[in-house]
């Protein structure tokens, strides 16, 4: 599990960092794309689909180096994707004035699939960066670093992933601040890959331009979006799953709409509904990536992920949030 989120007074207070830091990736339960235009979101993390990072500071000589799986060399070389890592790793240096690092990332964070990869390792790296030269960042520190990374990923992020990758339970995201959810129920969810990267820029531009054309449209379906994603939060406080999976499929529709949902995912959202699920959609930016689908127990999520890996899934992840007795006091 992540840390828990500290003030900046506690966090200054604490002493060095460690040099291995740790985020996780996140599923969008409401609110993607609306969130953009000021809705409120809903996320949960993934604290199974975890980034790593360590990095040793490099006082002079040779550039900054990235080590992982996608690639190890200098880092100004770093193939495209990898672009957001490398900025949040140069605005990490200049925060905490040091000159190099030599970093070593580690992610079980699928890229491109809406589940958070570019904002968890870049909240892994800027820690791990920080942590080098014995500086704890604080949440806001943070948070200003991560989105450094997404907005190079995707030019005008509203920072619901940013927020949701370092968050110890699910979130309540509006206006750029997120603060923890009680949950009235366990919350079970089967998450499946599509096996199709989406990008998020091009989702993301993709609704910004049906919202130039046509405004009346796309400004009552991210309306809807919205509505949804703060109706949710009744939901899962009240542990009314049925109403919480309805939302869930009437948010999928919305999506179709906006055009960010794909005959694959629509598939994955179809598979999930004959197999029992309470409710389904796709989650994050779409255009390919993942659906998450809620079932009734832990059993129910085995025979629904049963289904979608039968029904095409490349990869698919259960997960249960246990129901809370009281709200952790985070969360920022
Ligand atoms: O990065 P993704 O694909 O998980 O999507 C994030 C959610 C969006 O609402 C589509 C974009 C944003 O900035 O909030």
Redesign the pocket.
């Known amino acids: 599990m992540t840390p828990p989120l500290r003030s900046g007074r506690e966090a200054r207070d604490a002493g060095p960092a460690p040099r291995a830091a740790r985020a996780h990736g996140k599923a969008?339960l409401f609110g993607?794309?609306a969130?953009?235009y000021g809705a409120p979101?809903v996320a949960v993390p993934l604290p199974a689909l975890a980034a790593t990072a360590s990095a040793t500071l490099r006082a002079s000589g040779p550039p900054s180096r990235i080590e992982s799986a996608l690639y190890a060399g200098p880092a100004e070389g770093a193939p495209a994707p990898l672009s957001p890592v490398v900025e949040a790793i140069r605005a990490a240096l200049d925060l905490v004035g040091a000159p190099a690092a030599h970093v070593s990332i580690r992610s079980d964070v699928p890229v491109g699939r809406?589940?958070?990869s570019s904002a968890a390792v870049a909240a892994a790296v800027v820690q791990a960066v920080a942590g080098a030269v014995g500086r704890a960042l604080d949440p806001e520190e943070r948070h200003g670093l991560i989105q450094v990374a997404e907005r190079a990923a995707?030019g005008?992020?509203?920072g619901?992933?940013a927020r949701a990758v370092v968050a110890a339970g699910p979130i309540r995201f509006h206006a750029g601040l997120a603060a923890p959810l009680a949950l009235g129920a366990p919350l079970t969810l089967v998450i499946a890959d599509s096996g199709a990267p989406?990008s998020?820029a091009e989702?993301?531009a993709g609704v910004r331009a049906m919202r130039d054309a046509r405004p009346h449209t796309a400004g009552t379906l991210i309306d809807r979006l919205g509505s949804l994603a703060k109706g949710s939060t009744e939901d899962l406080a009240s542990g009314d799953l049925d109403a919480l999976g309805a939302r869930m499929t009437d948010a999928h529709g919305l999506l179709r709409l906006l055009d960010v949902s794909t005959d694959a995912l629509d598939a994955l959202v179809g598979a999930a509904a004959r197999a029992g699920a309470l409710g389904a959609k796709l989650t994050?930016?779409g255009l390919g990536?993942c659906v998450v689908a809620l079932a009734a127990s832990p059993a129910e999520a085995e025979e629904i992920a049963g289904s979608l890996a039968a029904a095409g899934a490349r990869q698919v992840w259960t997960m249960t949030q246990q129901a809370t007795t009281s709200i952790p006091e985070a969360t920022r």
Do not use: F, N
């Open positions: 969008v993607e794309h969130v953009v979101a809406g589940l958070g995707h005008t992020p509203s619901l992933d989406g998020t989702a993301v994050g930016g990536g």
